[in-house]
């Protein structure tokens, strides 16, 4: 009995020997493989030179093109230095939080009926004091909903509460905001339904029309602003990214068969440099059959994510700089984009560092200005690429 448990167990040890050599040779062969990614990333020669003394939001409106970011009523009313760098490098802006349902430290809508427009009214004030022209994000997203909301919203009175919602916002707003995000994130391949639909409380709540009903409402309530779908995951040569393209594109065709009163796509461009493989031909291809539909095009929420990158400052910035201008003189061929917009100015207050914190715990570098609001390499990416932009 004795020799057969040593044998067994022998074999046993062996087989998990083998198993973790095995396993570990994945596991280095995936590190070398992100290692050769990554060094494929960088270029140590490549120019990011600009030239004339030009603000970003110069260089947009060089090609008829506008350049903004987004921040709270928070940040800018105690950050005078940040506020002025917003001013003078954007003509667009879009709140963080203050026309969602609810978000941070800012609640649009305390109650089924009630709403508080204090800090959305701050943020209307705010560019229209600087001139930016404002963009309202956003009426429908099954993310930022209050607490009351799904102890609340039922198949009875949820077409009640958008109608209501969509109605009372955007009337208070009409004639102040360029564009809104109506929709945000309304398609989820992975949710496994044919539409390619996110199963969320508006659809279970109003059936696959609702996002035709938001367009209408908003249309309605404001018939000078700009309406459009916004989503992420869109950039990349991946399956789960073509797959999501290819839903997004049917429900645009979908929309744009009924006449709903959609203007444009917004395309969030949240990056990931050292996780995805970028294709410029899939992503050309995708923007030439959304313009094909007659949409304009918004880089609504652009970041650099270095959560895969190594921690050298340098080399980081080098990677995350050559990743916006290959990314924004791809799309900016498009001349159905209009507008660019960083889902922040500088890597201080970028939701980055909470939402894709580094392993080392390193600060995170994702946005055009550094935690002390100097320009970066990824500015003059920026920069770079709006001055190689064919004009609008
Ligand atoms: C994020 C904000 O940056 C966070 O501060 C907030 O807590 C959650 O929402 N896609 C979107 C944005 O459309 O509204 C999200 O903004 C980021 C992802």
Request: proline letters at 4%.
């Amino acid at each position: 009995m004795n020799q057969i448990f040593k044998l067994t167990s022998r074999r046993n040890f062996l087989f998990a020997l083998g198993a973790l050599a095995a396993s570990s040779t994945v596991v280095i062969s995936r590190i070398l493989e992100r290692h050769q990614d990554i060094e494929a990333l960088d270029n140590p020669q490549r120019n990011f030179t600009v030239t004339q003394e030009l603000s970003l939001k110069q260089r947009a409106a060089a090609k008829g093109l506008f350049y903004g970011t987004t921040s709270t009523k928070s940040l800018l009313a105690a950050n005078p230095a940040y506020m002025a760098a917003i001013v003078e490098n954007c003509s667009m802006f879009v709140p963080e939080w203050e026309f969602k349902w609810t978000a941070g430290d800012t609640t649009l809508r305390p109650g089924f009926d009630k709403f508080d427009f204090t800090a959305a009214d701050w943020i209307a004030d705010f560019a229209a004091t600087h001139k930016l022209l404002l963009r309202g994000h956003t009426l429908v997203w099954h993310e930022s909903l209050p607490k009351w909301f799904k102890d609340t919203v039922n198949r009875e009175n949820a077409q009640q509460l958008l109608q209501n919602h969509i109605q009372t916002v955007v009337k208070r707003y009409a004639g102040k905001i360029h564009s809104w995000d109506v929709v945000n994130e309304a398609i989820e391949p992975d949710d496994g339904r044919d539409d390619g639909l996110r199963i969320t409380p508006w659809l279970e709540s109003l059936g696959t029309n609702y996002i035709d009903l938001a367009f209408r409402l908003t249309a309605e309530a404001d018939p000078k602003a700009l309406l459009f779908y916004n989503d992420y995951g869109l950039d990349y040569d991946t399956p789960k990214h073509e797959a999501k393209r290819t839903a997004v594109l049917k429900l645009l065709e979908r929309l744009k068969s009924k006449d709903t009163p959609i203007h444009g796509l917004g395309i969030q461009g949240h990056l990931s440099p050292g996780k995805y493989k970028f294709n410029s031909q899939k992503l050309r291809q995708f923007l030439a059959d959304v313009a094909s539909l007659g949409l304009k095009i918004i880089i609504t929420e652009m970041d650099v994510a270095d959560n895969y990158l190594p921690q050298d400052i340098t080399l980081r910035d080098r990677i995350i700089a050559a990743t916006y201008e290959d990314y924004l003189s791809t799309v900016l061929d498009e001349t159905a984009v209009i507008a660019v917009l960083t889902w922040g100015l500088s890597d201080r207050y970028s939701w980055l560092g909470e939402f894709k914190p580094r392993s080392d715990k390193a600060a995170v570098r994702p946005l055009p200005l550094d935690q002390k609001l100097r320009r970066k390499l990824a500015w003059n990416a920026i920069a770079r690429a709006f001055d190689n932009a064919p004009i609008r």
